[in-house]
C-alpha cells in the first residue's frame, strides 16, 4: 500500500480542513465508510471509478459542497445530478447514501455529507490502486444544486488541452494536476456516444481521427456501431480497466486514449511532457502527485465553520 502525506488547502478567510477532524465527535466515520466503499466495490469495481468521477463532479460545480448528491424536488428547479453530464452516466450515490445512513446511527448530524464523498473517493483509490492519502475533513454540506452550473463549470469530454488548462485553472489547479487527475481514466466506462465523433462522420461513414490508433478504432466501432440504436459503455482504459494506475499514460501514447480530452494531453505541446513524465514514471511516483492532487482538488471551494449544513440526508437539504 502506498501512503502519502499531503499539505492541507482551504480558502483564505474560513477554518481550514483538518486531519482528524472527527477523531473525538465521530471516530468511526472513516472505518464505515471504507467498509461501505469496498462492501461496494467487491460486488462492482466499477462502482470505484464511479464514486471518484462522483467527487470530481462534486467539487467542480459549487465547489465540494455534496451539491452533486441533491435531487431535484417536484416543481422545484432542476439540480446538479439531472444534467446530462450526470444522467445516467454517475454512479455511486447508494454507496454514500448506505454510508450516511450507518454513520448517522452512530454519530447523528455529525458527519457532512461532502466529507463522506471525499473519504469514498479516497477509499476506491486505495482499493483499486493503491493509493492511500490521509483526508482533512471539516467540509460542510451545501444547500443548493444548480442544473445550469453543471455545463458552465464540467469539462466537456471533447475540450482541447488549452480549454482543459483553461477549466482547471479556473479551480486553482495547475497544468500538472490536470493531467495527474486525468489519470482516473484508467479505470472506469464511458458511453460511446461521449467519443463517437471520433469514430464516425456527421453522414455515418468512417472517420478518418489521425490521432487515434487504427486497430484501437475499429475495436471501438465493434463495440460501437454507426446505427446501433443503444449507447453502449466501453473501459477507458483498454489495457488495465479495472485497476487504478500510469499504465493510461502509456496508451495515450500509443494513440488509445478513449475521449478527446484523453488523447489531447499526448498531442499538445502544452502537456505531452507531462504524459511523458507520467507514463516513465514509477507507479508510486504517480501515485504520489495522484494523491496530492486529489487532496487539493478535494479542498475547492468548501463550505466550514458554520456555512452551510450537516444533511441528515445526503439527497435532500435539511
Not at 460542510?140 to 488541452?161: C, H, I, K, M, Y
Not at 488523447?263 to 502537456?271: G, K, V
Request: proline fraction near 6%; aromatic fraction near 6%; include cysteine.
Amino acid at each position: 500500500m502506498i501512503m502519502l502525506f499531503v499539505p492541507v488547502v482551504h480558502a483564505a478567510g474560513s477554518p481550514p480542513l483538518r486531519f482528524g477532524f472527527y477523531t473525538r465527535s465521530c471516530p468511526g466515520a472513516e472505518s464505515i465508510v471504507r467498509r461501505t466503499v469496498r462492501r461496494a466495490v467487491s460486488h462492482n469495481p466499477g462502482i470505484g471509478a464511479g464514486l471518484i468521477r462522483l467527487h470530481f463532479h462534486d467539487c467542480f460545480v459549487r465547489g465540494c459542497d455534496g451539491s452533486v448528491l441533491l435531487k431535484s424536488l417536484p416543481g422545484g428547479p432542476q439540480a446538479e445530478r439531472d444534467h446530462p453530464a450526470n444522467n445516467p452516466g454517475l454512479r455511486g450515490f447508494n454507496v454514500i447514501s448506505k454510508a450516511k445512513r450507518r454513520i448517522e446511527r452512530t454519530c447523528p448530524n455529525t458527519v457532512s455529507c461532502a466529507d463522506i464523498l471525499a473519504f469514498a473517493a479516497r477509499d476506491s483509490s486505495q482499493i483499486l490502486g493503491r493509493i492511500n492519502y490521509p483526508i482533512p475533513a471539516g467540509r460542510r454540506d451545501g444547500n443548493v444544486s444548480s442544473f445550469n452550473e453543471v455545463t458552465q463549470n464540467l469539462p466537456s469530454p471533447r475540450l482541447s488541452a488549452d480549454q482543459l488548462i483553461q477549466n482547471f485553472a479556473r479551480k486553482g489547479l495547475s497544468a500538472d494536476e490536470m493531467v495527474t487527475l486525468s489519470g482516473a481514466h484508467s479505470i472506469g466506462r464511458a458511453r460511446c456516444s461521449s467519443f463517437s465523433d471520433r469514430l464516425y462522420n456527421f453522414n455515418g461513414t468512417q472517420a478518418q481521427d489521425p490521432t487515434l490508433d487504427r486497430n484501437y478504432a475499429a475495436s471501438l466501432r465493434a463495440t460501437c456501431p454507426v446505427n446501433g440504436g443503444s449507447d453502449p459503455t466501453v473501459a477507458m482504459d483498454p489495457a488495465t480497466p479495472n485497476r487504478l494506475d500510469n499504465r493510461y499514460y502509456a496508451e495515450l501514447r500509443a494513440g488509445r486514449g478513449l475521449l478527446t480530452t484523453d488523447q489531447t494531453l499526448a498531442e499538445s505541446p502544452a502537456t505531452r511532457g507531462y504524459v511523458d513524465v507520467n507514463a516513465r514514471s514509477y507507479g508510486v511516483a504517480w501515485a504520489a502527485k495522484f494523491g496530492r492532487a486529489m487532496v487539493k482538488m478535494g479542498s475547492i471551494d468548501v463550505l466550514t465553520g458554520n456555512q452551510g449544513e450537516i444533511r441528515r440526508s445526503c439527497s435532500l437539504v435539511n
